[in-house]
Structures are given as structure tokens and as C-alpha cells.
């Protein structure tokens, strides 16, 4: 499904939403690059953390050389304490970065060979999380698919579906890298997700699917007429998770044409907009949460580290 599908879909959806990745354009990866540096921000720290102080273990366990698929790559700061120590083994490294913006992956790629020159071989892969399991599927040779901070970004029902597709890409010497928020403090999960102004970060980055909805399908929505609201939903059963729930709240009846998706999408006063589909995002998990979800993807987890905040797990399909 391309976005104009996916964005039709959530419009005509009941509740409406619009999809978290429209969000994620240019302007939007700017505005998420800002939010490592909020106080309250803990996640980004968290996983920087976590991987730094357990690579050289993740690295004893892989089958070397091998090539790495970053999936949802982002600027790849992170990924690169896993390229940087693959390099003290391998002369090279054979490393996809997957983004569904050709414009990034092309920055992405310019910065690599600034860092690398010819030690990194980066093949970039700008597809969906589907199309490129199927090409992934493709390669014949030791891999290792690593996702940071990918799988709390969707849906409940398509995370089992996802980790699930994963599995059956890995063969018998591959492995799949995942990093999961466990923060379990209500507290601080919500001054972190739910602090709500329009001048930070985190706010103009919930927002920017409206702009990029205005920009790239030609409407004009006026946001000074929706209210950002949210809240967080606790859920300790060994088969769910917790989550975040953001939307915009219509101040009045407003209606607005998309002649670009042959639509015309009307607010009552009072309905939300939602600013994802599903349950929500930004999920939160207990280690037996994930170990129960893992289990169902047929995913066997090798190893794990955690700290307060974030998980990485080391995962091999169970043949």
C-alpha cells in the first residue's frame, strides 16, 4: 500500500487517523533529531546507552563477515556502534540502510561515506518494512537485520505480523538486533510523550502529518483549529503492552476537499483526529511481554541487556 492508499484508508477510518509515518518527512526527521536533547526525553539516552555498553558482546555473537540491514535506519548514529565495531573484524562492511524517503537515505548516504570512505559498502533500500523483507529474503549470506526504536513505533496487530515476517527472512547463521522501550514509570513515560506546547519538538512533530498532508496533497487543513491532546494507557497482561494515544481534537465542523485522493475529509466539533492507526503508539513493554510476542513470531531470543529504559534483544529464528 503507498502512502495515498494508506492516507485515504485513515481519513476514511473510523476514528479517523493519519498514519505516523506521514510525519516523517525532511522536516519531520529535523524535528525528531530535536527531541534527544529534551531533559524529559528519556528514550533516545536510554538506547544509546544500552547499545554502547553491550556491543562487543552483540558482536561476539554474530556470524563474521557479515551484512547488516538497518531497517528504518534514521541518521544511523546509533547504528554505526554496531558498523564501527564490525570494523574491528571485517576490512569492510556490507551495510543496507531501509528508509521509506529516498531524499534521507541519500543524506544518510553522504554522511556514511564521509565517516567510512570505501571501509563501509552501503547499498540503500528506499521501501516500506515489507517490500524490503521480500528483498531481503533475497540475499544469500550471514546477515544481521537490526531495528532501533521500529517496533513501538506501530500498531499492536501488525507488531506480531512484522516480527513475524522478520523471522521467516532470517536463515540458520543470521540474526535480527532489536532494541524495546520497557520503561514502566507512568510518571515519567508521560512527561516525556504527553508535555504538550507547540513551540517543542515532540509537539511539531505530532503535527507534521498535517503539514505534510497539506503540502504533498495540496489542502488546507488549519491546525489553529485542532487541539493536540493525548494520554497513555497501562496495560500489564503478558499479551499486550502499553502505549501512547495522541490526537487532535476538532474545535468546530470543518471540512476540507483532497482532490488528490478524491475525498473530502470533514471534523465534526469535538472528533478526534487520530495521529496514528491501531491502538496506539510509542509502546512500552515488560520483558515478559516481549519474550510472549516473540515466542508467538517464532523468534528464540539469544541474548538480552537491558537498564531501566530500554531492552536489546538478540534474536535467531526458531527452525
Known sequence: MDIAEELKKGLCSHPKYIPVS???DHQGLHYDAQCYDLEEYYHYRAEETIIKTSIKDVVSNL????????????????SQLLLNELLQYQNT???????????SLNEVCDVLYQIYGDGLKVDPM??????AMSKIRNYRGPKILLWISGLQCFPKDSQLKMLSNISSTLEENDVCLITADITQNKEVIERAYLT?????PNSKLYTNGVHVLNR????NIDIS??????????DKDVSSSSYIQVWLHSLCKQSYKIDKLGMTLTLEEGEKLMLHGGNGMSHKYT?????????KARLRILKKWENENSALLLCKREM
Open 196 to 200: 504538550f506546547d507547540e513551540t517543542r
Open 126 to 131: 528506499p521501501d516500506e518494512f515489507f517490500k
Open 216 to 219: 504533498e496533497f495540496e489542502t
Open 22 to 24: 506521514l510525519r516523517y
Open 93 to 103: 562492511v556490507d551495510y543496507a540502510p531501509i528508509d521509506v524517503s529516498k531524499d
Open 287 to 295: 520483558i515478559y511481554q516481549l519474550e510472549y510476542m516473540f515466542a
Open 225 to 234: 483549529q485542532l487541539k493536540l491532546e493525548g494520554r497513555y494507557v497501562e
Open 63 to 78: 556470524y563474521i563477515p557479515c551484512k547488516v540491514f538497518d531497517i528504518g535506519c534514521g541518521d544511523t548514529k546509533k
